[in-house]
């Protein structure tokens, strides 16, 4: 076998008794250039086991070898010629002969023509001077599309680029075919007669047709449809560059490929000639400021003195404690060994690596001084810039610890008369009840702290106002003030309708602050203690003892008054059960004849009773505001301050878990309501919908 860098020729021998048959298979290229080829051993796999003369009937649609001979044992000519390509058989042997393995070794034959310009009939000498055109193409497809980009240079050295999209789906090669095709076209528009194709595929520039791929015939028809384009051009060369020697052409190809082809479509290319940010033309040399170090410095290396004598006899007994070394200021000290003086800037970045660097741990201010020493570094300043960086450290401030000291003083609330005043909450949910009810809304008055209560099976608008109406303006008036929370059964317009229609003063306590509205959350811890202690097993019947709890509470003496909620209200007090069963001083000499004109004596002099009750009641107080004020860490805020809010459960990243931050922010402060109580916006400007307290607000530090 005859393999070479272009198509060859194949020989296969094959001994069968007496006979030697012999195939041999010339590329047409021998006729052309008979010089060029060296012989070279050819593998075959033999066809055993097919009749030969039914083989060769089979395949008489493939073309004829170029030639067949044998020979018998004698070395006598045999010829078995006319039988298809790449099929050797013998007549009565019944074996069949086809290649398998064709290899391809790279040699260098004298011709330097490619098999496109070999396929181009050459031209007359006198044609030599024709104007030059040269030619860059490259293809390209993806999975946007196809495309092809060109670039062909005049004689005159002018230079035209074109990037064509294709809409057609093709192989890459195909697409290689294509921008040499159109590239072809544009040329012979524009009158070319001497072209020189550049192109960096190795299959358009060294195909030939017996080189093409077998699996399908698109490429031969544009390979012929390449030779055909070529011939109209006189002189006709294209020789094979690598692809960073052709990169306009690809760039061409994949802009076309990605683009979606518009007709009318312009994409300005525009150059940039200097950068948007314009470069300084001089550079400005900043000196450094003087640091605490440069007398010291001075005093040790050269001996100068300030000129005053105790400041020059200060800078000598401060500079015993230091020294130079290797150029460098250190200070001796106490605890290791030398320490290194460091300048305001050497020292920030000191304090940042230590504190929230690789091993940093936020450590506070004095720890991160210590370890500051410890790691050998010195200036003078050392505790006190520890203590700035650390109140200003992003992270320490986010997940500092919530104090539990008070913020601000307290304010003791009191109503001006009874049933002035009323605060209301909701207390559940609770185990289900008889009709689904799990739920209890709690009243009580300010002033004689009488209870109201109903269970509820859903909290409502339309039940928090039944509430209200039949249980407090029914029985003792229409009150003066009420205080909730911010829920939503009383933060809604209809509540707010029903309280402005009866002149009623709506006052709503600080989110996450429910010390504003203290009686009532007082109240409800009373109730739930008491139904806890009264139920054992069947939870389910809190609802029919609440009132055994409600009377239990009215019956008992209140500290900050002295009196019992029913006396409070009526002018005497009640008679509970326990009198009956062990009869009473009052029980036993029961006058019914007096009794209703002592009863009447009762209720003329009750407003006696609540006023001395009023003044025990702000004694109470004021000696509690006093007890909790000297616990007070003051704390307030400016408006236009920027302040840390408490995380709560309804702003808690849940994947967090434990390891989330404990404060959130920064707000804005942009009111003061009162002390204590802050308007509050977020950092897009958009107000908080209520007010926030001082415990759960923190300054914040940049």
């Not at 789906?169 to 007669?193: F, H, M, P, S």
């Not at 400005?284 to 605490?292: D, F, G, I, N, R």
């Not at 809604?492 to 402005?500: K, M, P, V």
Request: neutral net charge; charged residues 25%.
């Amino acid at each position: 076998m005859c393999l070479y860098h272009h198509p060859s020729a194949s020989l296969w021998t094959q001994n069968f008794g007496k006979y030697t048959i012999r195939f041999v298979y010339p590329s047409k290229e021998i006729c052309q250039d008979a010089d060029g080829y060296l012989p070279v051993l050819m593998l075959g796999i033999p066809l055993v086991g097919t009749d030969t003369f039914e083989y060769l009937d089979e395949k008489r649609d493939l073309p004829a070898a170029d030639a067949v001979a044998g020979q018998d044992g004698e070395g006598k000519e045999v010829p078995v010629g006319g039988y298809g390509r790449g099929v050797v058989a013998v007549g009565g042997c019944g074996l069949g002969l086809r290649p398998a393995v064709l290899l391809d070794f790279p040699y260098s034959p004298k011709s330097e023509a490619t098999p496109l310009e070999a396929g181009i009939p050459k031209e007359p000498a006198q044609d030599k001077d024709l104007a030059h055109w040269i030619l860059f193409v490259d293809g390209s497809s993806n999975q946007h599309g196809c495309g092809a980009g060109l670039v062909i240079r005049a004689p005159s050295g002018e230079q035209m680029e074109y990037a064509i999209r294709m809409g057609l789906k093709a192989t890459n090669n195909e697409a290689e075919y294509e921008a040499l095709l159109a590239g072809l076209r544009v040329a012979t528009e524009l009158g070319a007669q001497s072209l020189e194709v550049f192109s960096d595929s190795q299959l358009v520039v060294n195909q030939s047709p017996r080189r093409l791929p077998r699996q399908g015939r698109e490429n031969d028809s544009l390979l012929g449809e390449v030779k055909a384009m070529s011939a109209k051009i006189k002189e006709f060369k294209i020789h094979q560059i690598p692809r960073e020697d052709n990169k306009k052409a690809d760039a061409l190809a994949n802009l076309a490929s990605i683009f979606e082809f518009i007709s009318d479509r312009c994409i300005p290319l525009e150059f940039l000639a200097i950068p948007s940010i314009r470069i300084a033309n001089q550079v400005l040399q900043a000196q450094e400021s003087p640091t605490w170090m440069d007398e010291i410095i001075a005093y040790l290396q050269n001996g100068i003195l300030p000129k005053e004598k105790l400041q020059a006899r200060r800078l000598q007994y401060r500079s015993a404690k230091f020294c130079i070394f290797n150029g460098k200021l250190y200070k001796r000290s106490f605890s290791g060994p030398l320490l290194k003086c460091l300048r305001p800037e050497e020292a920030e970045y000191v304090l940042k690596e230590i504190h929230e660097g690789i091993c940093g741990n936020h450590s506070g201010a004095r720890s991160l001084a210590k370890k500051t020493i410890r790691q050998g570094y010195f200036w003078p300043t050392m505790e006190r810039d520890a203590t700035a960086y650390v109140k200003r450290c992003d992270k320490c401030q986010r997940f500092a610890p919530v104090s539990h000291l008070p913020h601000t003083e307290m304010v003791p609330m009191s109503s001006p008369w009874p049933f002035a005043q009323w605060g209301i909450d909701i207390l559940g949910p609770l185990p289900q009840a008889p009709l689904q009810r799990k739920f209890l809304i709690v009243a009580i008055d300010y002033f004689t702290k009488w209870i109201e209560a109903q269970p509820l099976a859903k909290i409502t608008e339309k039940n928090t106002r039944d509430f209200i109406w039949k249980h407090l303006v029914c029985r003792f008036g229409i009150p003066k003030v009420i205080i909730s929370d911010n829920a939503r059964q009383f933060d809604n317009d209809r509540f707010r309708l029903f309280c402005s229609d009866l002149a009623i003063s709506h006052h709503f306590s600080s989110p996450g602050h429910p010390q504003a509205n203290g009686q009532v959350e007082v109240t409800n811890r009373t109730i739930l203690r008491n139904l806890k202690a009264r139920l054992e097993r069947s939870k389910s019947e809190w609802a029919d003892d609440l009132p055994s709890i409600l009377w239990a509470y009215h019956t008992t003496s209140r500290i900050p008054t002295g009196e019992t909620p029913y006396s409070m209200v009526f002018g005497t007090e009640s008679v509970i059960p326990v009198e009956i069963g062990m009869p009473s001083f009052r029980t036993l000499n029961f006058d019914k004849n007096g009794n209703e004109g002592e009863l009447r004596l009762n209720l003329d002099l009750l407003d006696e009773k609540r006023e001395i009750a009023e003044l025990r009641q702000a004694a109470y107080k004021n000696r509690i505001a006093k007890y909790y004020n000297e616990r007070v860490k003051h704390q307030s805020f400016l408006p236009g301050d920027l302040v840390l809010r408490r995380v709560t459960l309804s702003t808690r990243d849940p994947s967090a878990g434990k390891l989330g931050p404990t404060w959130e922010g920064p707000y804005k402060v942009i009111k003061v309501s009162r002390p204590g109580t802050y308007w509050l916006e977020d950092p897009n400007g958009r107000a908080l919908l209520h007010p926030w307290n001082a415990e759960h607000l923190k300054k914040y530090y940049q």
